[in-house]
């Protein structure tokens, strides 16, 4: 069995702070937006079982336990999501202060 041929690829992607940081934006946003359409479907689902008609009372539990689950994670990728945007916030604070470092370093030296 030999060793599979990975070409040797590096792409030339060059991206400034600010475009990197509203990148980081962005993903963030789309996460919530996924998240947000999955806690959406899971009222969805306790909806339609409270209003069947055949609904029994175990029918209700095992939904209320599953959707108890799912809430746990959505509640646990919320969490990762809050730690991510302070890094990113944090990134931000030191992007601007090194910004303003190096134009007050400029304007010492031009004079």
């Known amino acids: 069995m030999s060793m599979p041929n990975v070409p ?6 060059q991206l400034k702070r600010h475009d990197v ?14 998240l947000s359409n999955i806690i959406n479907a899971e009222g969805e689902k ?5 209003h069947a008609e055949e609904s029994s009372s ?16 959505i509640i646990k990728n ?3 999501l809050q730690f991510k945007l302070e890094d990113v916030i944090k990134l931000e604070k030191s992007s601007f202060q090194d910004e303003y470092q190096d134009e007050y370093h400029d304007e010492i030296h031009e004079e």
């Open 46 to 50: 306790l909806q339609k079982v409270i």
């Open 58 to 73: 175990k029918d209700l539990m095992e939904v209320n336990e599953s959707v108890e689950r799912m809430m746990r994670i």
């Open 21 to 34: 940081l509203n990148l980081l934006l962005s993903s963030i946003a789309l996460e919530e937006m996924g």
């Open 78 to 80: 919320q969490m990762l």
């Open 8 to 13: 040797n690829i590096r792409p030339d992607i």
